[in-house]
């Protein structure tokens, strides 16, 4: 009992934890705004999801950081299960709908629930749980399991398909690499072959013949769009760069304060912007507050990045340091992804804005990762507890 009235008084002194939940709460209020201004109706429902996240994010801050250690393992595993579940040719439709052409979601009656989205924190948790004690990492052998532990659920995701989801996946795991001291002359190594790869397959898109194509239609069509919008061609603005170009005109026409919220109802409505209140709710949000929606939305972001990996540089404990740095990046990449393909720097690829965009499985489970962040940052150093990982020369990395 004293245990967990201490817990509750660290729980409500100052700390990092509380600057994130801050600027969660104002993402969601500006994603519920802007969501408003296209569909009232997704905001109802956005709105109705808000306290049960809110639930959601105070059911993780209760378990101590070691009871959510030994539950990542089987977190993971139904979670994989979940991923293999969708995928099945021979479950029905009404249990498992397609969407978009994808068969991301299982329909739970009061919601359709992605998997994929639960897997996110159970992916940064178990390789956190992994990765905590250990120093094999930091050899090129020693990255296999990692790797591993990345691509089961990357491979299974890019079967319903939905790239958007597989792509956030690496980013995380080299971040967490990083602050876990691998070396970066062999992420380099992996990273450039990854680059390598990209670039050539790009280059096959758009100078190889159709027998010659290693992604899909949809996928091709996406990468010579955004490259023709880029270069000025509009030959593909009718139908493969529609989506991007609607939302380039819209966040253009925004200005600096934008048009308001009824104004801009009506030009997003006119300009028939699809997944309006999705995938695209940041063009929305320019269009409506301008210029100043925008940069407040950017110090949102900034704040609870910042705040994520402020409770990770205070922690003392591995799993939370480590787990931080993965929900920062959680964070960081499916936002930069999304407002990139906006803008016309990134192909589409169907990604939400975390916290913003519609979609009840995202916003409950990005606040289970700020309730982690609070559990986290509530927590006082055990007084008998193992050493983290330190090295003894900040330079090893590179060796």
């Keep these: 009992m004293n245990a967990w009235l201490d817990y509750l008084r660290d729980v409500f002194r100052l700390h990092a934890g509380w600057a994130a939940l801050l600027a969660a709460l104002g993402l969601t209020f500006l994603g519920v705004s802007a969501i408003d201004t296209v569909s009232p109706y997704y905001a109802s429902k956005q709105t109705q999801w808000v306290p049960i996240a809110l639930v959601v994010m105070v059911l993780f801050m209760l378990p101590h950081p070691r009871d959510l250690g030994r539950l990542a393992y089987p977190g993971f595993v139904v979670c994989v299960l979940l991923l293999v579940f969708v995928i099945l040719p021979f479950v029905p439709r009404g249990l498992v709908p397609r969407i978009n052409g994808a068969t991301s979601w299982i329909n739970l009656g009061l919601m359709n629930f ?83 790869a990209v670039g050539v397959n790009v280059g096959i898109v758009l100078y190889a013949p159709d027998s010659m194509q290693l992604l899909e239609q949809h996928q091709q069509m996406r990468i010579k769009s955004m490259i023709s919008l880029a270069s000025g061609d509009d030959r593909y603005n009718q139908d493969a760069a529609y989506q991007q170009d609607k939302a380039m005109t819209l966040i253009g026409a925004g200005g600096v304060s934008g048009y308001g919220a009824e104004a801009s109802s009506v030009i997003v409505r006119y300009n028939r912007l699809p997944e309006r209140h999705n995938d695209m709710i940041f063009a929305v949000i320019v269009n409506r507050w301008g210029l100043f929606g925008a940069l407040v939305t950017l110090v949102l972001y900034l704040v609870l990045v910042f705040s994520i990996l402020g409770v990770a540089a205070r922690s003392k404990d591995p799993l939370a340091r480590l787990s931080c740095v993965g929900f920062a990046a959680l964070i960081v990449t ?66």
């Design 114 to 196: 992605q998997p994929s989205e639960a897997m996110r924190v159970f992916f940064v948790l178990s390789l956190a749980w992994y990765l905590r004690y250990r120093e094999n990492h930091r050899t090129l052998w020693g990255l296999t399991v990692p790797f591993l532990i990345m691509l089961i659920p990357v491979g299974l995701i890019l079967k319903q398909p939905d790239l958007g989801v597989a792509l956030v996946f690496g980013p995380t795991l080299l971040v967490m690499l990083v602050a876990a001291g691998a070396k970066l002359r062999h992420l380099f190594g992996i990273v450039g072959l990854g680059v390598l």
């Design 334 to 399: 499916p936002a930069t992804i999304n407002m990139g393909m906006c803008v016309g720097l990134m192909p589409v690829t169907g990604i939400t804005l975390p916290f913003v965009s519609y979609g009840g499985s995202s916003l409950l489970f990005s606040f289970a990762i700020v309730g982690l962040v609070m559990n986290f940052a509530a927590r006082r150093p055990q007084r008998m507890a193992r050493p983290s990982f330190e090295f003894d020369h900040a330079d090893a990395i590179f060796q």
